[in-house]
C-alpha cells in the first residue's frame, strides 16, 4: 500500500492516476474504494483501489506491489521503506500457526529491551541469561529462517514424487524415464511447523548427454550449499557406492518404494525412515518426515520458546556482543 499524506494528498493522487479506462481521473477521491490505474511518464504501472482516510489525512493507494513497481515508485517519490522487525518480518511472512505463535511471543518482549536489561543484571546471571536466551535462539532462528533441505539420491530413486508430496503439490516432473529431473526446482514449505527451503534435484547415475552431466553439477552445486540432505535409496535394490558417498551428516537417509519387494539392506546403512509414496498420504509423510527432522536437528516441538530470542543472524550477532 502507498500512503500519501497530508493536504497536498488529493493533487498529488490526481497526478498519479487515471481512470480504470485509461482517461483522466475524475471520481471523487473518498472513503469509497474506487479503481483507478496508476501511471507515471505515460507509462501504465499498475491497476490500483483509492482510498482515502480525512480522520489520519491519509490517502492509500493498494497496488499489486512487485519489486519493479516498487522501484519505480522509489525512483519517482519520496518513499519510506517500511523497515520490519525480524518479529514482524516472521508474522508477515508465516507459512504455520506456530511461527505465528513464536512471531506474537516476541513482539511481546522485544530483544532490543531483552538485550538493555543485561547491563543492570549481576556478570552471573547474565552469563545464564545469555546461555538461556542462546539456546531459545537456536529454536527461534529455526523457525524463523528456512533450512535448504536438499533431496538427492540415484536416477529413479522417487525424489520428485515425494518433493510433490511434501509441497501437497505437483510442482516436479515425475516419471519412470531415468533422468528426468534437470534444473533443480525449490519450494518452500513447513515440516512439524519448521520451515524448509525444499530443493529437488537431478539423480546420480549415467549421464547420456552433456544436459544431463550438466544438470547433474547443479544438483552436486546445490548440495554444496545445502544445509540438510534428504538421501532416498530405492528399497528395492541395494545401496550403490553412489548413494553411500551422498550420505554426508546431516543427512536423513530414506528406504523409498517400500510397497515394493525390498532388496538386502546391509547392517551398516542404516535408514531413518521407510516409506512409500504409493501407500502413504501426502500428510502422513510430512509429518513422519518433519518429526524425523526435527529429532535428526535436535530441535524442539515448534511454538513459543519461553523468553527472548534471536531471530535473525542479526540479532544472534547482538547477544554474542554482550
Ligand atoms: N512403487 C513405487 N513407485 C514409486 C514410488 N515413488 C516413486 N515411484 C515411481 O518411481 C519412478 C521415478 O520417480 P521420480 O520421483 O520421478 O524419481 P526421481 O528420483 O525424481 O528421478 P530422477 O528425476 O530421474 O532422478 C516414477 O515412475 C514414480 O511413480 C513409491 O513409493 N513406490
Ligand atoms: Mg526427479
Known amino acids: 500500500m502507498l500512503a500519501l499524506r497530508g493536504e497536498g494528498r488529493h ?26 490505474q496508476l501511471v507515471i511518464d ?28 516498487l522501484s519505480v515508485l522509489r525512483q519517482h517519490l519520496e518513499i519510506d521503506t517500511l ?66 533441505l536438499v533431496l538427492c539420491g540415484a536416477q529413479n530413486a522417487g525424489k520428485s514424487t515425494l518433493m510433490n508430496r511434501l509441497l501437497a503439490s ?10 528426468l529431473t534437470r534444473d533443480p526446482v525449490r519450494d518452500q514449505t513447513c515440516l512439524s511447523g519448521y520451515p524448509y527451503l525444499l530443493v529437488d534435484t ?10 544431463d552431466r550438466r544438470a547433474q553439477g547443479l544438483g552436486r552445486r546445490e548440495l554444496a550449499e545445502g544445509d540438510i540432505r534428504l538421501l532416498l535409496v530405492d528399497g528395492s535394490c541395494q545401496p550403490s557406492r553412489e548413494d553411500r558417498a551422498l550420505a554426508i551428516p546431516p543427512c536423513l537417509l530414506l ?30 509423510l510430512r509429518v513422519l518426515i518433519g518429526a524425523s527432522l526435527l529429532q535428526l536437528r535436535s530441535l524442539p516441538p515448534a511454538g513459543p520458546v519461553g523468553g527472548p530470542a534471536a531471530l535473525s543472524r542479526e540479532e544472534l ?6
Open 202 to 211: 537431478a539423480g546420480e547415475g549415467p549421464a547420456q548427454t552433456e544436459i
Open 11 to 36: 493533487e498529488l493522487a490526481r497526478a498519479l492516476l487515471r481512470s480504470p479506462k485509461a482517461g483522466p481521473f475524475r471520481a471523487p477521491l473518498d472513503s469509497m474504494p474506487r479503481l483507478a
Open 83 to 148: 523497515q520490519l522487525s525480524p518479529a514482524e518480518s516472521l508474522l508477515c511472512q508465516a507459512l504455520d500457526g506456530a511461527q505465528v505463535e513464536l512471531a506474537l511471543e516476541q513482539l511481546a518482549q522485544p530483544w532490543s529491551a531483552f538485550l538493555a536489561g543485561l547491563a543492570g543484571s549481576s556478570p552471573e546471571q547474565r552469563s545464564r541469561e545469555i546461555a538461556a536466551a542462546r539456546e531459545r535462539s537456536r529454536a527461534a532462528m529455526a523457525m524463523a529462517q528456512p533450512a535448504r
Open 255 to 284: 528406504r523409498s518404494k517400500g510397497d515394493l519387494i525390498a532388496a538386502h539392506w546391509p547392517e551398516d546403512f542404516s535408514a531413518h525412515l521407510e516409506i512409500s509414496a504409493r501407500d502413504q498420504s501426502a500428510s502422513e
Open 317 to 322: 550477532t547482538e547477544l554474542a556482543e554482550e
Open 42 to 69: 505515460d507509462e501504465l504501472l499498475d491497476q490500483v483501489l483509492v482510498l482515502d482516510r480525512p480522520e489520519s489525512r491519509q490517502l492509500e493507494i493498494h497496488l499489486h506491489a512487485s519489486d519493479a513497481l
Open 170 to 179: 505437483p510442482r516436479s516432473l515425475t516419471g519412470a524415464f531415468a533422468g
